[in-house]
């Protein structure tokens, strides 16, 4: 049973910092791809950053150069570090797995960026 499981959502000021992890199970955590995406009310899941197996990375370019993507294939958990929060980044956030056509999806973590 493949499981991906989000936590370090909350409640942050303006200008405040979160890591979000992601720690996943059931798969062969090296060989996915993996991505944060999010997606805020009345609005469509978008991509937030993503890492390749090998280590690439790419971020949408709203939070290019605030966000920053890692992954730690020994204990099967992926990271975003969001830095310099704005209201706009408030939205619930989900991490993906990716390998060729199966994608797995964790059930999301809620980040509110508010004074």
């Known amino acids: 049973q493949v499981r991906l499981v989000e936590s370090g959502g909350g409640l942050v000021q303006p200008g405040g910092s979160l890591r979000l992890s992601c720690v996943a199970s059931?798969?062969?955590?090296?060989?996915?791809?993996l991505g944060w995406y999010r997606q805020a009310p009345g609005k469509q899941r978008e991509l937030v950053a993503a890492?390749?197996?090998?280590?690439?990375?790419n971020y949408a370019d709203s939070v290019k150069g605030r966000f920053t993507i890692s992954r730690d294939n020994a204990k099967n958990t992926v990271y975003v570090q969001m830095n310099s929060l704005k209201p706009e980044d408030t939205a619930a956030y989900y991490c993906?797995?990716?390998?060729?056509?199966?994608?797995?999806w964790g059930q999301g973590t809620q980040v509110t960026v508010s004074s």
């Open positions: 059931g798969i062969i955590f090296r060989m996915y791809a």
């Open positions: 993906n797995a990716q390998l060729m056509q199966r994608s797995y």
């Open positions: 890492i390749t197996s090998g280590g690439s990375t």
